[in-house]
């Protein structure tokens, strides 16, 4: 059963770089027809999609994050990164990792049923 941890600091300050990594075990992220995605949830709010890495190594992300958001993967370490630049205090949330076996998680990806695994969270907060 693949099994998901994520790793990063709690504390960012404003403007600064967010950066977590998702170590996958129980399954490579280079094979089967995975996504691998990166969903937040701030302060009273629902789940937020953040964006996603193929198998293959194709990166998708919300449109409101693209201009900040960059995924990226080490296959010989089985991990996925994400990096949110320019952070603000709206960027404080519980990050998940999470896989998710259907293509149309990129269509949809807010519907929580595509995802079969996920990591426990991270809280990031963002202040000075």
């Known amino acids: 059963q693949v099994q998901l941890q994520e790793s990063g600091p709690g504390l960012v300050k404003p403007s600064q770089t967010l950066s977590l990594t998702c170590t996958v075990s129980?399954?490579?992220?280079?094979?089967?027809?995975?996504?691998w995605n990166w969903i937040r949830q701030p302060p009273g709010k629902g789940m937020e999609w953040v964006g996603a890495?193929?198998?293959?190594?194709?990166?998708y992300y919300r449109p409101s994050l693209k201009s900040r958001a960059s995924i990226s993967r080490d296959a010989s370490k089985n991990q996925f990164t994400l990096q949110l630049s320019f952070v603000t205090p709206e960027d404080t949330a519980v990050y998940y990792c999470a896989r998710a076996e259907n293509a149309l998680v990129v269509a949809d990806p807010d519907n929580l049923a595509w995802y079969d695994g996920w990591g426990q969270g991270t809280q990031v907060t963002v202040s000075s």
């Open positions: 890495i193929d198998y293959s190594g194709s990166s």
């Open positions: 129980g399954g490579s992220i280079t094979t089967g027809y995975y996504y």
